[in-house]
């Protein structure tokens, strides 16, 4: 049983290319989350999803998208990296109030 | 504004003594609280929650106390193992199933 999984684990982008980052689960959960964890920070919602098909704006949205095509996994997009959007990412899932998290993505833009 | 504060962003405590994490919250509509600790190179992983209806929970070296009139959380780790060296993060939610997170507390626990 894998979890929840995130990929890539690292990735490197110049100013201005776009990405995106995959979350699979596999223990059927309704929601969704993508966060990120800056230092002094803590984690912050990026965008979440309590659904498949369905999205919403979590604390700091800007500058990313999501889709939720199929209820096992949760895409979060970069249309125009930016230096500000290096931060580590990660991707969690939830039935109740349990959230299970991947292992992150480090994104670094130069 | 944070809603949910840790102001203590690291704390050392010998290995068999009791490690003490504070968190504090502003959201008076919160009503469920978790903790969660996280190595280097790893996600969260989920240690030990409370809901506004209960003042303690308690699940072998880990205890949680909320103390709803302070808006305060605390979890006490005893004894504190090597293995307990991690960052700690607590989490608060208005029942909606999302969470707002804390800074961290980085615990070390020194053998």
């Known amino acids: 049983n894998a979890g929840v999984t995130q990929t890539p684990k690292f990735r490197v982008l110049k100013t201005g290319q776009s990405m995106t980052l995959l979350c699979a689960q596999d223990m059927n959960h309704e929601y969704m989350y993508w966060y990120r964890q800056d230092p002094g920070m803590g984690l912050r919602l990026i965008h979440y999803s309590v659904g498949e098909g369905t999205t919403a704006k979590g604390e700091v949205p800007d500058g990313y998208n999501v889709s939720r095509l199929k209820k096992q996994n949760f895409l979060l997009g970069l249309e125009s990296a930016a230096p500000s959007q290096t931060s580590v990412y990660f991707c969690a899932s939830s039935y109740g109030f349990l959230q299970y998290f991947g292992a992150g993505t480090r994104l670094s833009v130069l | 504004d944070q809603q949910v504060k840790q102001n203590s962003p690291s704390l050392s405590v010998q290995e068999g003594r009791i490690s003490i994490l504070n968190c504090d919250y502003t959201n008076s509509m919160f009503d469920y609280f978790l903790w969660y600790k996280k190595y280097p190179a790893e996600g969260p992983t989920f240690l030990i929650s409370i809901s506004s209806i209960k003042d303690k929970n308690e699940d072998g070296r880990f205890t949680v106390f909320l103390n709803k009139s302070a808006k305060h959380l605390s979890l006490h780790i005893v004894p504190s193992q090597p293995g307990d060296s991690a960052v700690y993060f607590c989490?608060?939610?208005?029942?909606?199933?999302?969470?707002?997170f804390g800074t961290g507390t980085r615990l070390k626990v020194l053998a």
């Open positions: 989490a608060a939610s208005p029942g909606t199933y999302k969470y707002i």
